[in-house]
């Protein structure tokens, strides 16, 4: 299941807008009136108040159950003696999808119904004061807004108000309809199926399902919709061992003489296959376009990277040499996108595929075996000492400025871009956790759209020097001071052998450290030798055949090693329990506020957070003084609790933080810290912005 809540309910005396007390009041971006069917209630009866809610254009308040994200609206009655307010009855919702997180809302004016029960001996006036607390949100910002109303009726025979008698009847037309027969449900291999009756289903134009509870059904998934001679099927992703035991919710049915709502509670039993309600497109496809332009601009991000950084950059300059033809320089664009591409959409298939049959997997997935470690270790220490001048891919150039100068083609574009993204797996941003985890919950072929995206951006820089003339007049010219320049971006290169050096220590321990190292030290023997056979012009098939075996053979040979027992990554100073399902709902259930965040020693991001905000002494004291638990998910290496633990929040990746606060709100911080941000999590009067 996707985070259950991204807004904390704030102590409002800091954080919230409040309202004097009156039937009515104006907001900063809410205006909410309460208002009674009867000016007259007559004692022993039942009336019914309304409060209207109407927030600013392109604002929305939510329904009892509002999602991934918000609040429920909250009232608080002060009332005579006697006198009975029931729960509030909320009209039939809709759908707002903002990067993949499903928000059951209303966009416009919406009542609330409260019906209250009337004492027999009740007379004089009855004064009703309400305090109401509720949650109004854009696709940017979310505000807590409050206020006291006050309404004092007069008792008497219970007559209809004139005045508010057009309002009730269309707001007891907006409430969803109770279902006079049974529904029934089925959940099957990871599937929820639904099975409600309704006559004329197949004129219906669109349907949603809203589950009064989070242990059913996975809200931003895609439902697909169906139906029989008299009944609509729902199918949608279910929660992970979902075992209800009936299941209760709101049906919105769009049709040509508008929505209505159906309100069923569903026994287990069977359910039907049913036909495509061709009109239907499920509302998380709505999510495709944004989290796309996520994708996107987090894959140009990418390019920034220590270990991509050097290769597009000698991409580029190879573009630059005299005489490069418009048609070749747009082919190798072309040609490096689809390397590219290929790479995120294979990964992304592979990721996909997994969190489809329940496996639990995330970007990066595959960095989680040592094997892949190595060998990415190996191929970096190949590229930093072929930028560093040891030796030249085309063994026929002795001189590394004419290799730089030398046309590549299609055929080295292509692989050159396979290689920048492979070696870019291990680095996420600030865009790509929220677009990836869209992904996973968007129709197969919009997500692999996604993964495809993040290739795309990736490659963008390449690709537009391709087709963009200017852009490539902008480079500079070849010349000797190449070489220096590839000597100086083999640096970066053999920093990431370093770096992935470190992962393989902590992911195989000291022998499998050792046994890379070896190879390491024969990869580099290899190439010395092929290095040495280019400048005497001779053959280095031998040599390149030693190297290339090093590559091959190493993976397997540390598959042969008994893998070491890790310890949970903790960080200095904050004293962080690991992480399991079992071991947070025992600390929530504490009471103690709990800062859970997920890292691994391959995350470039986790390691800079690590570094930076969360070694913070400011940040240490304010936890200590707050009381905040702290826990920590090591996903080095593959841990199905946190795979599960992470795709249920909609995110295909780390880092990721929650803050669960001592009211049982979960609030998601970016996936990069600051020390004033953590700080605020231990202030009793944070605000709405952490």
């Given at each position: 299941m996707l985070m259950r809540r991204l807004i904390l309910w704030l102590a409002l005396l800091a954080g919230s807008f409040a309202a004097q007390a009156q039937s009515s009041a104006q907001l900063p971006h809410t205006r909410v009136e309460l208002v009674s069917d009867t000016a007259a209630p007559a004692p022993g009866q039942k009336f019914t108040l309304g409060i209207i809610m109407t927030p600013q254009p392109g604002w929305h308040t939510y329904w009892e159950n509002p999602g991934d994200s918000g609040m429920p609206t909250r009232a608080r009655w002060t009332l005579p003696a006697g006198v009975e307010a029931g729960p509030l009855i909320y009209p039939t919702p809709d759908t707002f999808v903002v990067a993949g997180i499903m928000n059951h809302v209303y966009k416009g004016e919406a009542t609330l119904l409260v019906d209250v029960q009337m004492p027999a001996y009740q007379s004089g006036s009855l004064p009703l004061a309400l305090k109401l607390d509720w949650l109004v949100c854009d696709d940017q910002l979310c505000v807590p807004e409050s206020a006291t109303l006050d309404l004092t009726l007069a008792v008497g025979d219970g007559t209809p108000a004139p005045?508010?008698?057009?309002?009730?009847?269309?707001?007891r037309e907006a409430l969803p309809r109770a279902l006079a027969e049974p529904a029934s449900f089925a959940v099957e291999e990871g599937r929820l199926r639904l099975a409600v009756p309704l006559a004329d289903a197949a004129n219906v134009k669109a349907v949603h399902f809203f589950p009064h509870g989070d242990d059913s059904s996975v809200f931003s998934a895609a439902q697909s919709i169906g139906y029989t001679n008299n009944a609509l099927i729902i199918e949608t992703e279910a929660v992970a061992d979902a075992s209800p035991q009936s299941i209760s919710g709101v049906l919105r049915v769009e049709r040509d003489d508008g929505p209505i709502g159906i309100a069923f509670t569903a026994e287990p039993g069977a359910v039907p296959a049913g036909q495509p309600l061709a009109a239907s497109a499920p509302p998380a496809?709505?999510?495709?376009?944004?989290?796309?332009?996520?994708?996107?601009?987090?894959?140009?991000?990418?390019?920034?990277?220590?270990?991509?950084?050097?290769?597009?950059?000698?991409?580029?300059?190879?573009?630059?040499?005299?005489?490069?033809?418009?048609?070749?320089?747009?082919?190798?664009?072309?040609?490096?996108?689809?390397g590219v591409v290929l790479v995120c959409v294979a990964l992304g298939g592979i990721v996909l595929l997994l969190a489809r049959t329940g496996a639990g997997a995330g970007w990066a997935f595959q960095l989680q075996d040592p094997r892949v470690i190595l060998l990415l270790m190996l191929l970096t220490l190949a590229i930093g000492l072929n930028f560093a001048g040891l030796f030249e891919v085309n063994p026929g150039n002795v001189s590394a400025g004419q290799s730089l100068a030398a046309r590549p083609g299609a055929q080295g574009a292509f692989w050159t871009g396979t290689l920048a993204a492979f070696v870019a797996t291990p680095c996420t941003g600030p865009f790509m956790a929220g677009a990836l985890g869209a992904a996973l919950l968007l129709p197969p072929a919009a997500g692999l759209a996604v993964f495809a995206g993040l290739g795309l951006g990736l490659a963008l820089p390449f690709l537009l020097i391709g087709f963009v003339p200017a852009l490539r007049r902008l480079l500079p010219k070849p010349g000797a001071w190449m070489l220096t320049f590839r000597r100086i971006l083999a640096i970066p290169m053999l920093l990431t052998t370093l770096a992935l050096a470190w992962v393989l220590g902590r992911q195989a321990g000291a022998s499998g450290l050792t046994l890379g190292l070896a190879f390491a030290l024969l990869l580099g023997l290899g190439l010395w030798w092929v290095g040495l056979r280019q400048q005497r012009q001779r053959p280095a098939l031998i040599p390149g055949l030693v190297a290339i075996l090093a590559l091959l053979i190493a993976p397997a040979a540390l598959a042969r090693l008994p893998q070491p027992v890790t310890g949970a990554v903790t960080t200095d100073g904050l004293n962080g329990q690991p992480f399991s399902p079992a071991a947070l709902t025992e600390l929530r259930a504490t009471g103690a506020p709990v800062f859970l965040y997920f890292t691994a020693d391959w995350c470039v991001t986790c390691k800079v957070n690590e570094r930076g905000a969360l070694a913070s002494d400011a940040v240490m004291q304010a936890f200590d003084a707050a009381g905040i638990k702290v826990m920590v998910g090591d996903w080095t290496r593959a841990n199905p609790d946190i795979a599960h633990f992470i795709a249920e929040r909609g995110r295909a990746g780390i880092p990721l933080y929650l803050f669960y606060g001592r009211d049982g709100e979960i609030t998601e911080l970016p996936q990069l810290l600051t020390v004033e941000r953590l700080v605020r999590l231990g202030t009793p009067s944070r605000s709405g912005d952490i």
């Open positions: 005045a508010q008698r057009q309002r009730f009847a269309a707001a496809t709505v999510a495709f376009l944004p989290a796309f332009a996520l994708a996107l601009a987090g894959g140009l991000l990418l390019n920034l990277m220590p270990c991509v950084f050097p290769i597009l950059s000698l991409k580029a300059l190879s573009l630059a040499r005299a005489g490069e033809s418009q048609r070749q320089a747009r082919v190798e664009g072309v040609a490096y996108t689809a």
